[in-house]
């Protein structure tokens, strides 16, 4: 399914980080597209000749995707999902404008309140991120 992104996560601009769901699978995963633009007001007053989107923003975006495929299924409908942490990040490069990221997160392992979920993200085909998130949900 291709739910809005509105529709199924709390966070709105500016800190909705994802632009739209391209697959959501209740309870298994999710997959979402950012386009990076120069406009991003974390880019507000920094010299335009080097400009990298912040490493914890990739992994909130990644993040926000994997929350789609928890708050997506019927019992957690109408709850909060919180990101809990991360227990691994590997990067192999930055984020500029003009990037078309592709965030993937399949969800391990869902118990009561707690899951744990791996993410990548990746650009033209290339994975550039490789992470194992944790999220709580009340």
């Not at 691994?88 to 969800?107: C, M, N, S």
């Amino acid at each position: 399914m291709q739910p809005d992104v509105q529709d199924v996560i709390p966070q709105r601009y500016p800190f909705q980080m994802i632009d739209r769901f391209l697959d959501v699978k209740p309870g298994v995963s999710a997959k979402a597209v950012k386009l990076i633009s120069i406009n991003e007001w974390f880019f507000a007053n920094k010299k335009a000749d080097n400009l990298v989107v912040p490493r914890p923003i990739m992994i909130e975006s990644m993040a926000q995707t994997g929350v789609a495929a928890i708050l997506s299924m019927p019992e957690y409908s109408g709850k909060n999902a919180f990101f809990g942490g991360i227990k691994d990040a590997v990067f192999q490069d930055d984020f500029r404008p003009g990037d078309r990221l592709e965030f993937e997160v399949e969800l391990k392992k869902l118990k009561h309140n707690i899951g744990l979920g791996h993410g990548t993200i990746t650009r033209d085909g290339q994975k550039i991120c490789d992470a194992d998130l944790i999220f709580a949900v009340e």
